[in-house]
């Protein structure tokens, strides 16, 4: 499973995750910063550009935003790796209220 899947399966009251309360971790739970602020940027520009519902793969949101934004391709090139970043089990810290995306640095 890869990030952008689980941006189309995993809901919060039957809406969207909520940008500041994912985060991505290693398998220990220690979260990766970079990679968390790379999400949150992707999503934060997802949520006011594309709608979820419509695209099917994380190329379409790529697309999108390569046509209604004017961020450069180098950035855009990140975004599409944080999508396809492969996640290998979803953690719900309820009492950080937070949901981590665990990923593999080796997968």
Same mark, same amino acid.
């Given at each position: 499973?890869?990030?952008?899947? &689980?941006?189309?399966?995993?809901?919060?009251?039957?809406?969207?995750? /909520?940008?500041?309360?994912?985060?991505?971790? +290693? /398998?220990?739970?220690? /979260?990766?910063?970079?990679?968390?602020?790379?999400?949150?940027?992707?999503?934060?520009?997802?949520?006011?550009?594309?709608?979820?519902?419509? &695209?099917?793969?994380?190329?379409?949101?790529?697309?999108?935003?390569?046509? &209604?934004? /004017?961020?450069?391709?180098? &950035?855009?090139?990140?975004?599409?790796?944080?999508?396809?970043?492969?996640?290998?089990?979803?953690?719900?810290?309820?009492?950080?209220?937070?949901?981590?995306?665990?990923? +593999?640095?080796?997968?």
């Amino acid at each position: 499973m890869r990030v952008f899947d &689980v941006l189309k399966l995993v809901t919060v009251n039957h809406g969207e995750l /909520p940008v500041q309360q994912v985060i991505m971790t +290693d /398998p220990s739970g220690k /979260p990766n910063s970079v990679l968390t602020d790379l999400l949150h940027d992707v999503l934060n520009k997802t949520q006011l550009f594309v709608d979820l519902k419509e &695209v099917n793969d994380s190329a379409d949101i790529i697309d999108t935003l390569h046509n &209604v934004t /004017p961020l450069p391709d180098d &950035v855009l090139d990140e975004y599409d790796k944080i999508l396809t970043q492969e996640v290998i089990g979803l953690n719900f810290a309820t009492r950080k209220s937070e949901i981590e995306l665990v990923y +593999d640095e080796l997968v």
